[in-house]
């Protein structure tokens, strides 16, 4: 005759099993969104490390109350919160692409052009209205393409051909 432990313990397993799946699926990109916020290097961002980690611990936790919220967008969310959080305490980056921009444009930049959140979910997202979250946006994203580096010699030929 099995108990409930053995029917809790199977399901565990299958969260656990679940989540590691989405882990393997998600990590990746989660983890280069956390080093754009992060204004950190791809080789060297144990800040993003530690932010990634945080909000996957977070998620882990209230997997299997979840229902049939998508557990990346859970973990997007957290993420962005906890930067944003943490965000007065780390003003520079380390020299990733988006150093030269300010932790709140950095938030919605990466928001809105790498993870493609619409301007009315970010402005929720962070309490602030539509207009300044669009205003913003455009206002980083023409900065850094003011500052961006001339493409190589050999990227222009690429693109000529």
Do not use: K
């Not at 290097?41 to 909000?55: F, I, Y």
């Not at 962070?126 to 206002?139: D, M, N, Q, S």
């Amino acid at each position: 005759m099995g108990d409930g432990r053995d029917r809790n313990g199977g399901q565990q397993l299958r969260h656990t099993r679940e989540f590691e799946a989405f882990v393997a699926g998600a990590g990746g990109r989660l983890l280069h969104a956390a080093t754009l916020l992060t204004a950190e290097t791809p080789a060297r961002n144990p800040r993003a490390h530690a932010l990634l980690t945080a909000s996957l611990a977070h998620t882990y936790a209230h997997w299997d109350r979840l229902r049939g919220e998508d557990p990346y967008d859970r973990t997007r969310t957290d993420l962005a919160a906890r930067f944003a959080r943490a965000a007065w305490r780390h003003h520079r980056g380390h020299g990733g692409v988006l150093s030269r921009l300010t932790p709140q444009e950095r938030l919605i930049v990466v928001l809105r052009v790498y993870e493609g959140v619409a301007e009315e979910q970010t402005a929720a997202m962070l309490g602030l209205p539509t207009e300044r979250v669009r205003a913003v946006c455009a206002r980083s994203v023409a900065a850094l393409r003011r500052t961006a580096p001339p493409p190589s010699a050999s990227a222009q030929d690429r693109a000529a051909s």
